[in-house]
């Protein structure tokens, strides 16, 4: 039984950090490009970030460019994305996942992925 499950969310004033986890079962990581996207009320999914498992390269969107940095430890089975100077419209639940199929890069388009955690809430706001 596979799973993906985000934590590290939480309530951070504008201008702070925080560090989120995906943590991998059932799934050889290794295999595996990683994604992370975010959702806010009221708006559509967006890509925030991915990694991939080829080379370990990174692919940003424009909402994490400069910001947002994310790095994969597949011994641990774990995927880490690395917010900062986290603004108000940051605000989203956050999701990770996992994408098996073999790419040159990894994918920013969340219908390529095939398996998604439950996501975890980051609020920014003082």
């Known amino acids: 039984q596979w799973q993906l499950v985000e934590s590290g969310g939480g309530l951070v004033q504008p201008g702070g950090s925080l560090r989120l986890s995906c943590a991998v079962s059932?799934?050889?990581?290794?295999?595996?490009?990683i994604g992370w996207f975010r959702q806010a009320p009221g708006k559509e999914r967006e890509a925030v970030i991915c990694i991939s498992n080829r080379d370990g390269s990174t692919t940003y969107a424009d909402s994490g460019k400069g910001r947002f940095t994310i790095s994969r430890d597949n011994a641990q089975k774990t995927v880490y994305l690395q917010l900062n100077s986290l603004k108000p419209e940051d605000t989203a639940v956050y999701y990770c996942?996992?994408?098996?199929?073999?790419?040159?890069?990894?994918?920013?388009?969340?219908?390529?992925?095939?398996?998604w955690g439950q996501g975890t809430q980051v609020t920014v706001s003082s």
């Open positions: 059932g799934l050889s990581l290794d295999r595996y490009a």
């Open positions: 996942a996992a994408d098996e199929e073999p790419r040159w890069v990894c994918a920013l388009r969340w219908f390529d992925y095939e398996y």
